[in-house]
């Protein structure tokens, strides 16, 4: 699904020049990009993580567009690597190590440096995530003339006056420089529509994808008395992992519902 999100995404944007590919840079964050990749270009699935890699995802539907890729990453493992008409770039991470003001102060800082990439590599749409890069990059991008998107992985809702602060500014920025938003999940799109009320870019949702082969769980039984839900994910109370019991609870006295719970966390006492 997330494949078929950003290849709709991508196909509503600007053509490039006739004869030329359509240039997509994907900032892609902290996670092993190289690890990826190593595994597509040797034809093997992934097996490090049980789902697959938005990185993966995104280079399938860049594919499928016939679109030229340029993919950043934080991830310090090496510099650079280069397949088909992919290049894949480390870039230093301007966050590592700060907190409070200073880590919202090195959203200047990476935006300088993107800014300076892109300037010399020309894409004709950007993807960047929600992280802090956003309330200076978008602005300095849309200025360079690339379309942006903005891919949100997590609800942002404001919890203290620093992050209003920052989703005020971040909502004029919005206004005036993102093409649409890829969302993880209808509730990130709901927190989206709230927060950028009134004229919100579109927003497109993609959803996790994950390999059955990972967990040792029963095939689907359509005959069977039981329904069984799964829970994959990290298992804090920010995941929603509680609401699993609020539901069990809810449908104790209307149905035979068995919940298998995939993954580990800081919630676990609390779950048990």
């Known amino acids: ?13 600007r053509p490039p020049p006739i004869g030329s590919p359509m240039r997509v840079a994907f900032l892609a964050g902290p996670g092993n990009v190289w690890s990826v990749y190593d595994h597509l270009v040797a034809g093997r699935p992934d097996t490090s993580t049980s789902h ?4 993966e995802l995104f280079l399938r539907a860049a594919r499928a567009v016939g679109a030229r890729s340029l993919v950043l990453t934080t991830h310090p493992e090496r510099d650079r690597m280069r397949f088909d008409d992919v290049e894949v770039r480390r870039i230093e991470d ?19 440096r993107l800014a300076r990439v892109f300037r ?8 960047l995530s929600d992280d802090p890069p956003r309330m200076v ?9 690339p ?18 602060a920052l989703n005020a ?5 919005v206004r005036r420089g993102i093409t649409a938003f890829l969302s993880a999940s209808t509730d990130v799109t709901r927190e989206l529509e709230h927060v950028f009320r009134g004229h919100p870019p579109p927003v497109v949702e993609f959803l996790p994808h994950y390999r059955r082969g990972s967990y040792d769980l029963p095939p689907p039984d359509p005959r069977a008395a039981v329904l069984r839900v799964v829970y994959i994910g990290r298992v804090e109370v920010a995941k929603g992992v509680l609401d699993v019991v609020e539901a069990a609870a809810a449908l104790r006295d209307r149905a035979d519902v068995a919940f298998d719970i995939c993954g580990d966390g ?3 006492a609390a779950l048990r």
């Open 94 to 112: 301007d966050f590592a190590g700060k907190g409070g003001l200073r880590f919202h102060a090195a959203s200047g800082a990476m935006a300088l």
């Open 137 to 145: 990059a978008s602005e300095l991008i849309r200025v360079g003339g």
């Open 266 to 268: 800081g919630a676990m």
């Open 169 to 173: 500014v971040d909502g004029v920025l």
């Open 1 to 13: 699904m997330l494949r078929h999100a950003f290849g709709r995404a991508l196909s509503r944007l």
């Open 147 to 164: 379309r942006v998107l903005r891919a949100h992985h997590c609800r942002m809702a404001a919890k203290s006056r620093t992050q209003r």
């Open 52 to 55: 697959v890699a938005y990185s």
């Open 120 to 127: 010399s590599w020309r894409p004709d749409v950007v993807i």
